[in-house]
């Protein structure tokens, strides 16, 4: 097993890896959720006496204390690997990604964790990235070119504190200004704007969820001011003091 990197948000730290795996090294548990995203060959899993198989784009997450067990078919398998104790993966202990999102994701993370100087800001939002495309509802079948939802949500945090308009978007997802907004209505629910305004408020209540500074979530999340996430927070009726 390799580790490539690892990110800390908060008092509730995260460690995001890519893994190498091969023969099995035996049973084992841990006090913390383990999210398995399968990149390159196929992982056979054990966990609680219950194998399961999870082939490239799979992923499943281990809940804290339950033995599990992991060994590569036909040599080897690669995977991205998030280590944590966030109490949102609760809800999905013991069950495998729903859809393809998580997939796109890993495989966008697992590039950047490849590279020599990996990309800091993207893997620091890697793990509620994660969690929200591993939960995310399926979206109506697209029409025309595909739109990656979230490889464009991840691209999205990893660019805050330049400005971000219809047009960045749609130039990302290779799409005219007026087929994104279009597309974004019809697959999203939302306009542009008011998708690009969720996504900032989601990752900002949870870095505020997890005990960050609201000074220090406004500069992630884009804000110019803490003020302006505070009211932000207030109008969205997401504030926690």
Same mark, same amino acid.
């Given at each position: 097993?390799?580790?490539?990197?690892?990110?800390?948000?908060?008092?509730?730290?995260?460690?995001?890896?890519?893994?190498?795996?091969?023969?099995?090294?035996?049973?084992?548990?841990?006090?913390?959720?383990?999210?398995?995203?399968?990149?390159?060959?196929?992982?056979?899993?054990?966990?609680?006496?219950?194998?399961?198989?999870?082939?490239?784009?799979?992923?499943?997450?281990?809940?804290?204390?339950?033995?599990?067990?992991?060994?590569?078919?036909?040599? /080897?398998?690669?995977?991205?690997?998030?280590?944590?104790?966030?109490?949102?993966?609760?809800?999905?202990?013991?069950?495998?990604?729903?859809?393809?999102?998580?997939?796109?994701?890993?495989?966008?993370?697992?590039?950047?964790?490849?590279?020599?100087?990996?990309? /800091?800001? /993207?893997?620091?939002?890697? %793990?509620?990235?994660?969690?929200?495309?591993?939960?995310?509802?399926?979206?109506?079948?697209?029409?025309?070119? %595909?739109?990656?939802?979230?490889?464009?949500?991840?691209?999205?945090?990893?660019?805050?504190?330049? %400005?971000?308009?219809?047009?960045?978007?749609?130039?990302?997802?290779?799409?005219?200004?007026?087929?994104?907004?279009?597309?974004?209505?019809?697959?999203?629910?939302?306009?542009?704007?008011?998708?690009?305004?969720?996504?900032?408020?989601?990752?900002?209540?949870?870095?505020?969820?997890?005990?960050?500074?609201?000074?220090?979530?406004?500069?992630?999340?884009?804000?110019?001011?803490?003020?302006?996430?505070?009211?932000?927070?207030?109008?969205?009726?997401?504030?926690?003091?």
């Amino acid at each position: 097993m390799t580790w490539r990197s690892a990110v800390s948000s908060g008092p509730t730290p995260a460690a995001l890896s890519l893994r190498d795996y091969g023969p099995s090294r035996g049973s084992h548990a841990h006090d913390h959720f383990q999210v398995l995203v399968a990149l390159q060959g196929v992982l056979a899993l054990e966990v609680e006496g219950r194998g399961r198989r999870l082939a490239a784009g799979q992923g499943f997450v281990v809940a804290p204390g339950d033995r599990h067990d992991f060994e590569a078919e036909a040599g /080897a398998s690669r995977c991205l690997v998030l280590d944590t104790r966030d109490a949102a993966w609760t809800p999905h202990a013991g069950r495998a990604a729903e859809g393809p999102r998580a997939a796109a994701l890993a495989h966008y993370l697992g590039l950047c964790l490849a590279q020599p100087q990996p990309a /800091a800001l /993207a893997l620091a939002q890697a %793990p509620w990235l994660l969690c929200e495309a591993w939960t995310a509802p399926p979206s109506r079948p697209p029409r025309g070119r %595909p739109i990656d939802w979230a490889a464009l949500s991840a691209w999205a945090a990893a660019h805050w504190q330049g %400005p971000l308009g219809v047009e960045d978007l749609a130039a990302r997802a290779c799409l005219s200004p007026s087929q994104f907004a279009q597309r974004c209505r019809d697959e999203q629910g939302l306009s542009p704007l008011a998708w690009l305004r969720a996504l900032r408020l989601a990752q900002a209540r949870h870095l505020r969820a997890q005990g960050l500074a609201v000074a220090d979530t406004a500069r992630r999340t884009g804000y110019r001011s803490p003020s302006a996430l505070t009211a932000a927070l207030r109008r969205d009726g997401g504030w926690r003091t």
